[in-house]
């Protein structure tokens, strides 16, 4: 006769796990409730590269889709959330984009059940349809953010990728659950010191069933002969709790993410750890999806898509001051720069220094200044603006 508990054998014949039995292990919800929020708090803008400088594309119909109303009954910040979730744990987020005539008019967030695929046949030009409620699109028609794709439509998730390291900590909480149902109490056996007649054997089981079903029912009166002798603890209930603890930091590496993260204690190097190798592989699967999806062909040149990822990116005050006033050194950024990061308004002060920290140089006039001589000129030997020649 096996001598497992039928309890935990019922429990592991079990060996899909499905999005919503993972979503009910607590470290693997934490995990994706950070990704996912982190990547809906971000906007999206649209910048442009034309003669060595980037600037902002301010205007853009498109960067409101994103970021504010999305033309859809989601919000931008519960369309980037949703698609963010979707990338994670089912390898990839679609939605599709309504045009009218050459306007872009809104995305529509499509969930990865409502989603299926044509593939082709040719594995060097690929090319596949997408099916929603019975209709064909083509590929064009979507925005397709995907994670660990061969094909650029399809990829891999997490839920895919971990079954087994996923199932551990989903059976330890469904057997946990399990036994709580039963009230707690101990499992064992009844030793009797005569035969028992069929009627009493089955007064006793009926008797222990209601104990053990956490009804109201919590004594059971045994005759005499008959005695309950306790099973001794497994090593799964023994080690319960330190488990539990395993299974989270198992589950939380499975997206990079430190435990600490989820429990609020993380340090600052955590936090930048976790942003790094957590989030932004995924803002850099959305960017790829907009920059090919959400572009038209002609604007590929000189547009992209970016998230604004200052505000996720910084650091204590001390680091960033460190780190304005390195770049002001080094010439890599002006003053005014270092405070539009800071969300300060501009001095004014568009100088550079050149050396020996007492010549300023204006880049946009071409007029050099040196407070200790008083002496101002142009580069080039062009007049200053004293008038003598620099």
Not at 70 to 91: M, P, R, S
Not at 280 to 285: C, D, I, N, Q, T
Not at 368 to 383: E, H, I, M, S, V
Request: aromatic share 8%.
């Amino acid at each position: 006769m096996d001598t497992m508990d039928p309890l935990l054998t019922a429990i592991l014949k079990q060996d899909t796990i499905t999005r919503t039995e993972a979503m009910n292990i607590p470290a693997f919800a934490g995990c994706v409730k950070y990704i996912s929020e982190s990547v809906a708090s971000l906007p999206v803008m649209l910048y442009r590269e034309t003669g060595g400088r980037v600037e902002e594309a301010g205007g853009d119909p498109r960067v409101g889709l994103l970021n504010e109303d999305t033309g859809d009954l989601l919000t931008g910040y519960q369309f980037k959330q949703a698609l963010a979730e979707d990338i994670v744990v089912e390898g990839g987020g679609y939605a599709y984009i309504r045009r009218e005539r050459n306007e872009w008019a809104g995305l529509y967030y499509v969930d990865r059940p409502s989603i299926s695929f044509l593939p082709g046949v040719d594995p060097i030009f690929k090319r596949c349809g997408i099916v929603v409620a019975g209709r064909e699109y083509r590929d064009f028609d979507f925005l397709k953010a995907t994670r660990k794709t061969r094909d650029g439509v399809r990829g891999i998730g997490v839920l895919a990728e971990s079954q087994i390291a996923l199932a551990v900590p989903y059976n330890a909480l469904r057997y946990e659950n399990a036994l709580l149902k039963k009230g707690g109490n101990k499992r064992g056996f009844l030793k009797s010191e005569r035969p028992l007649t069929k009627e009493a054997i089955q007064e006793l089981k009926d008797s222990w069933r209601r104990l053990y079903s956490n009804s109201n029912e919590n004594v059971v009166v045994l005759n005499k002969g008959v005695d309950f002798k306790e099973a001794s603890s497994t090593s799964v209930e023994l080690q319960m709790n330190e488990n539990k603890e395993t299974n989270a930091a198992a589950v939380c590496s499975l997206f990079t993410v430190p435990p600490a993260i989820l429990s609020g204690t993380a340090t600052e190097d955590e936090r930048s750890n976790a942003f790094q190798c957590a989030v932004l592989p995924v803002l850099k699967a959305i960017e790829a999806a907009l920059n090919r999806d959400f572009l038209l062909e002609e604007e590929k040149r000189e547009y992209f898509w970016a998230f604004d990822t200052k505000e996720a990116l910084k650091g204590s005050p001390e680091k960033r001051f460190k780190a304005y006033r390195d770049g002001v050194e080094s010439n890599v950024l002006q003053i005014d720069e270092a405070r539009y990061m800071e969300n300060l308004p501009p001095l004014g002060l568009n100088f550079v220094k050149l050396g020996l920290q007492d010549v300023l140089y204006d880049p946009k006039t071409g007029v050099f200044y040196t407070p200790n001589t008083n002496q101002a000129g142009k580069l080039n030997g062009q007049k200053g603006v004293d008038g003598n020649e620099g």
